[in-house]
């Protein structure tokens, strides 16, 4: 089936410096999302991204997130500067279409952690 | 906002039995409800996508229940084999603007 993936698929980093993970999303995808998971804790929604732009965040998605795609690369979430917190692993998503009942397509996770 | 209560954390099954997970969710208004499945290594899997006016769904090997009245949704193992082990999680949304609820996931080990 339809695959998405990340890079890489660990890390691990001193605090206060920058991260970029990366999402190569189904290819014909349009919507792209980051999810978090703290060890131990659900998956929780952190932003979704469509046309260049950030259309949805949570609460989650901190001043030193950011969230881009130029020209069709890689979709990346990068956090700067990293914090102790920030350790979890990431999801990145992708779908066709926007809106309620369009299927998700996950990656493997990027687990990210901060030292 | 939504919150979805997933358990049990961790199900052992004998190959050949049946197994069920349960979602509890909050939010009445949430009407699309899905099963993800992890294999270790693996992303998520999507294993049925639910909407709320249908409430027995069959797949391969499992059925999902969606029981609006209670706000529970189930995943019923039916002859777990060896291939089912992984981690399930419960999904819910009302609008994928604001993203999916997941519950906390099922580890499910099938064992000869």
């Known amino acids: 089936g339809p695959k998405v993936l990340q890079i890489p698929s660990h890390q691990i980093i001193d605090m206060g410096q920058m991260v970029t993970l990366n999402c190569d999303p189904v290819?014909?995808?349009?919507?792209f999302y980051w999810y978090k998971q703290i060890l131990g804790q659900q998956m929780e929604f952190l932003v979704n991204?469509?046309?260049?732009?950030?259309?949805?965040k949570s609460k989650l998605f901190k001043d030193q997130f950011s969230v881009e795609r130029p020209d069709g690369s890689y979709f990346t979430l990068k956090i700067q500067p990293t914090a102790l917190e920030d350790s979890a692993v990431y999801f990145c998503?992708?779908?066709?279409?926007?809106?309620?009942?369009?299927?998700?397509?996950f990656g493997e996770g990027s687990r990210l952690i901060v030292v | 906002g939504e919150q979805v209560e997933q358990r049990p954390p961790h199900l052992s099954v004998r190959e050949g039995d049946s197994a069920v997970i349960i979602c509890t969710y909050t939010d009445p208004n949430s009407y699309y409800f899905f099963w993800y499945k992890q294999e270790p290594g693996a992303g998520l899997q999507l294993l049925m996508k639910v909407f709320s006016s249908t409430e027995i769904n069959e797949g391969q090997g499992f059925t999902v229940l969606l029981n609006k009245k209670d706000k529970q949704l189930s995943l019923n193992l039916t002859a777990a084999h060896p291939g089912d082990s992984a981690v399930y999680f419960c999904a819910v949304s009302e609008d994928y603007a604001q993203g999916l609820t997941f519950g906390l996931g099922t580890r499910v080990s099938v064992f000869p």
């Open positions: 998503a992708s779908s066709y279409a926007g809106g309620s009942g369009n299927t998700l397509y």
């Open positions: 290819s014909n995808h349009l919507y």
């Open positions: 991204f469509y046309n260049g732009k950030v259309m949805e």
